[in-house]
């Protein structure tokens, strides 16, 4: 085994490691969400195969993919077993966005399904004066604002694709996106440090949802 291929082997370990963590908060029902690494040297990525209980992943439920150079989310299949989710190409605009990212994790929570809902309009969830954005990568007071945009959920991807690509080039420093109704992204250069944006943003979301619904 090369020292690309040990990586990447470890690398899906964590990552399996994560959805377990996911699954255990609630914030992957069913069979939803959507989970991958990268190998920045090669380029190639381990992403979660369709219909998988996400508590239950190991790297057998992974799916190795290239992306296509244009930066279109376009994919095809290089190794593994199952059916690649249509949302892999979200992943990839979003690797291209984000050209240290090295892994990305999707989740559907209560609290970001509503408040991406109550905002889509908005255009984003602003968050600031809160002391857990110092959990996010880059972030050192709790002064800071962090605009998460919010895409209107579509089932052609393609398109939901382009939209997702255009919102965070709108929003460069941004360490999320949420679709609206729908769930979460977000990524780190690790799975690990993409858990730990994923867990910081959803103690957020539930604070504006309860926030909001209070009247604060």
Known sequence: MTDSSRE???AAEELCRVAHKVAARGWVPATSGNFSVRNIATGHVLVTASGLDKSQLTPAGLLEVAFD????????VLAGNGKPSA???????????????GAIVHGHSIWNTLL???????????LTGYELLKALSGVTTHQHIERIPV??????YAKLSREVARAV??????????L?????YTWGQSAAEAWRHMEALE???ECEVRRIASGW
């Open 8 to 10: 990447l082997t470890t």
């Open 69 to 76: 150079a244009s930066g279109s989310g376009d994919f095809s």
């Open 87 to 101: 949302e892999t190409r979200v992943h990839g605009v979003l690797y291209d966005a984000f050209p240290q990212a």
């Open 116 to 126: 991406s809902n109550r905002l889509v309009h908005d255009g984003a969830v602003t």
């Open 151 to 156: 895409v209107e959920n579509s089932q052609d």
């Open 169 to 178: 080039a709108a929003n460069p420093e941004t360490h999320g996106v949420l």
């Open 180 to 184: 609206a109704g729908h769930g979460l």
């Open 203 to 205: 103690f957020l979301f």
